[in-house]
């Protein structure tokens, strides 16, 4: 069998299935009674979406699995690989992005149709926004490669004069290239002025530029939505701490905090109506949908202090058993809320020594991984995903902290037993649209450790090499970004992340 690795492809095989069973867990268990026993396409997608989200996060450390194969071989090409990882990245790719661009936006639009019509109307009404989108999307991405679909490789020119070879010299550290005359013309290479730069350029093929151009879309959400993420993802469940309920509150403080409660649900109800109304009648202005928003936010903040208030005041038989499990959650947020912040520091320590200082000052968590590997063959790896699924997670938690607290980006909360396929639809795509950047951004982290691999080559290669994008590689500028959204998330929760919330007052509806 050669370099074949058959438990290579007994492993892959294995956690292909154990994830797609993972996601459909996920699925029955997150999804809103309302769904349940119906919308069989949109949950198709959604178990379809993180199983191929999850899955493209693992192909980076089975891609240096499979490179181990060749570890060897004199030249990459002396052996023959388990799997054919370049064509395995460009095919997770190209799905990644049919399922961002055209599959979920037509689940979405379809699940989010007007109830009232036929199912055909709805299925009618949801392709003619996908295929306006596709026809957009093609046009776009056709004049794009088109025009600017190359990539510009700097390479070094050299030349020297042909003279007999040596059989007795030999290059080490005792006897470097120096300009001595005869040994000058053989280390002319090694010596090589920089005028003899210059640029090579040839075209991308078509998969890997549409690649190229969705890691753009997607760094863009990466860096806001992960920077401030890897900050309030573990700062959030330690704050969570801090504010937790100190004790059991009386009946009476119980019944007014009620009271309260209730009337916020009876204003919102009002003007969920109000709105719906506004929506029956066809006036789904930008005012309707900034009012829609608002309500939804309003939502989700009175969920939350209904479930405060159900802490702070058990009932039932099991009143004392269920105010334990209340203090043992809280101290698991302060415990998972620990490690996260260890692990956020890591990140944003590794990035800052490793890929934003020139020369870098360590290879880090590359070393970590390395040593981690000599201790055990898969525990480097496990570490190696771990640190990758991680950042998804900060991009989750980003999105949700955003959502709360700008108008212009729609919240899309995941909870246990109440998520609707909406809800399910919108994160799937922007875990899918942020998996792309995320392994460019951890091929680029790691590169020590994943080198020779098919991700390095895509993305480390052609991607930062394409014209008109390479720049924004070429000056770190999506690190930078996330660094310093890291850094004011930071210091936004030292300032404000230990106060207490505020009930909100009267809600109205703006006019």
């Known amino acids: 069998m050669g370099d074949f690795n058959l438990a290579l492809v007994i492993v892959a095989i294995v956690v292909c299935v154990l994830v797609f069973i993972f996601n459909l867990y996920?699925?029955?268990?997150?999804?809103?009674?309302d769904d349940k026993n119906q919308a069989y396409f949109p949950k198709f997608v959604v178990v379809l979406g993180l199983s191929v989200a999850a899955i493209s996060i693992l192909m980076l450390p089975a891609d240096v699995a499979n490179r181990q194969a060749c570890q060897h071989a004199i030249y990459n090409g002396a052996c023959n690989l388990t799997f054919p990882m370049k064509d395995l990245w460009l095919?997770?790719?190209i799905l990644d992005a049919i399922l961002v661009f055209f599959v979920i936006p037509f689940a979405m639009f379809y699940y989010e149709g007007d109830q009232d019509k036929t199912v055909g109307k709805r299925i009618k009404s949801a392709l003619l926004w996908v295929v306006t989108t596709a026809i957009v999307c093609g046009l776009v991405l056709g004049i794009l490669y088109g025009v600017i679909g190359k990539v510009d490789f700097t390479v070094r020119h050299l030349s020297s004069s042909t003279i007999s070879f040596p059989s007795t010299f030999q290059l080490s550290s005792g006897q470097?290239?120096?300009?001595?005359?005869r040994q000058d013309r053989e280390c002319s290479a090694y010596d090589a002025s920089p005028s003899s730069e210059t640029t090579w350029t040839m075209r991308s093929t078509f998969p890997e530029y549409v690649v190229a151009l969705a890691t753009i879309v997607g760094s863009v959400l990466?860096?806001?939505f992960g920077g401030v993420g890897i900050a309030c993802l573990p700062l959030g469940l330690i704050f969570s701490f801090i504010r937790r309920p100190k004790a059991v509150i009386t009946r009476s403080q119980y019944i007014k905090e009620a009271t309260e409660l209730g009337k916020k649900a009876r204003e919102l109800k009002k003007?969920?109506?109000?709105l719906h109304q506004e929506e029956r009648s066809g006036s789904k202005g930008r005012?309707?949908?900034?009012n829609m928003k608002a309500v939804e936010k309003e939502l989700l903040l009175l969920e939350d202090d209904v479930n405060a208030l159900e802490e702070m005041y058990p009932q039932g038989e099991k009143a004392e058993a269920n105010w334990a499990m209340t203090v043992l959650g809280y101290?698991?947020?302060l415990i998972l809320g620990v490690f996260g912040l260890i692990v956020s520091i890591a990140w944003v320590a590794h990035i800052v020594?490793?890929?934003?200082?020139?020369?870098?000052?360590?290879?880090f968590l590359n070393e970590v991984f390395i040593k981690l590997d000599d201790i055990w063959g898969l525990l480097g790896t496990a570490a190696f995903a771990f640190f990758c699924f991680y950042l998804l997670l900060a991009v989750i938690a980003g999105a949700m902290m955003l959502g709360l607290r700008l108008v212009f980006i729609t919240i899309h909360p995941m909870k246990w037993g109440a998520t609707l396929m909406n809800s399910f639809l919108f994160n799937v795509g922007l875990i899918l649209l942020c998996s792309i950047s995320v392994i460019q951004f951890c091929s680029t982290a790691f590169a020590y450790y994943a080198q020779a691999t098919a991700a390095q080559e895509i993305f480390s290669h052609t991607l930062q090499s394409l014209r008109g994008i390479k720049y924004l590689y070429k000056y770190n500028i999506f690190q930078i970004a996330f660094v310093a959204l890291a850094g004011l998330t930071f210091v936004y929760y030292a300032a404000f992340g230990w106060r207490r919330k505020k009930p909100s007052g009267r809600f109205q509806l703006s006019s």
């Open 26 to 33: 996920l699925l029955v268990n997150y999804q809103h009674p």
């Open 176 to 181: 470097p290239c120096v300009n001595n005359g």
């Open 331 to 333: 101290l698991a947020k």
């Open 271 to 274: 003007a969920a109506d109000a």
């Open 222 to 224: 990466f860096s806001i």
């Open 287 to 290: 005012k309707w949908r900034k």
């Open 353 to 363: 020594i490793y890929l934003l200082i020139d020369p870098p000052l360590s290879s």
């Open 91 to 93: 095919a997770i790719y």
